[in-house]
């Protein structure tokens, strides 16, 4: 598992960040985005997927852990 940043992107979107490999790109997709459950799996512009413990919607941006399911990096 990784640590990560999820932000809002200057497009309105939501940017992933993963610093240990200096990746950044947008988040195409998510699985939850309600007020009482966000995270799942999240695929990436790159077609990159994480997966992110759902928890209640968060204040961006948020650092979390994700663990990587399939793709490029």
């Known amino acids: 598992m ?3 940043m999820v932000r809002k992107s200057a497009d ?3 940017s992933f960040y ?3 490999r200096d990746i950044e790109d ?3 997709s998510i699985e939850f985005d309600t007020p009482e459950k966000w995270g799942g ?3 990436l512009g790159n077609g990159g997927v994480y997966y ?3 928890i209640p919607a ?3 941006p948020i ?3 994700a663990r990587r399911v399939d793709g490029v990096e």
């Open 2 to 4: 990784a640590n990560i």
């Open 58 to 60: 968060p204040r961006l």
């Open 18 to 20: 993963l610093p240990k």
């Open 52 to 54: 992110i413990d759902p």
């Open 26 to 28: 947008s988040i195409t």
């Open 63 to 65: 650092s979390v852990r």
């Open 41 to 43: 799996e999240i695929r």
């Open 12 to 14: 309105g979107g939501l």
